[in-house]
């Protein structure tokens, strides 16, 4: 049987290749979201900021501690939020252990400001972005956006 060539499925001149597809058994492509783990040990922000992020059309995962978030980063992410003050270990401990381990990029957000020197030496570590809290919800998708462009 020939191989059928499908570029993609969107208009209608390929819903019928789709609905071919379809009767073999195959499903149709899922849309590839951005996948987002937010490291935060309040529960209530965590939650809060994943639903923000679930509700702008990412995957997001929550880890409610440092080595929590250190594990579940073994998964493929494309962009890992991080809390600076984490009771198990620091932000930065936990940036620094996942940063040669994985092909993300790293954001922090935290209540605690960051000069304009200490961004500079952040986005030189690997840092795409600091982000403080309280944020807006647009603001912060905004950037999480420019981040992962």
Known sequence: MKPMKIK?????????????LSKKGLEKPKVFQKKILYIEDNEDTADAV???????????DIS??????????????DLI??????????GW??????????????????????SNERMKV????GISDYITKPFEKDDLINRIKKILK
């Open 8 to 20: 993609n499925f969107h208009g209608s001149e390929n819903s019928k290749n789709f609905q071919e």
């Open 50 to 60: 994943k639903a923000i992020l679930t509700h702008a059309g990412f995957e997001a």
């Open 64 to 77: 409610l501690s440092g080595k929590g978030g250190i594990k579940k980063a073994e998964k493929m992410f």
């Open 81 to 90: 939020l991080i809390d600076i003050m984490l009771p198990d270990m620091s």
């Open 93 to 114: 401990d936990v940036f620094t252990k996942l940063n040669k381990k994985t092909k993300a990029k790293f954001a922090f957000l935290s209540a605690i400001p960051v």
């Open 122 to 125: 952040l986005k030189k570590a």
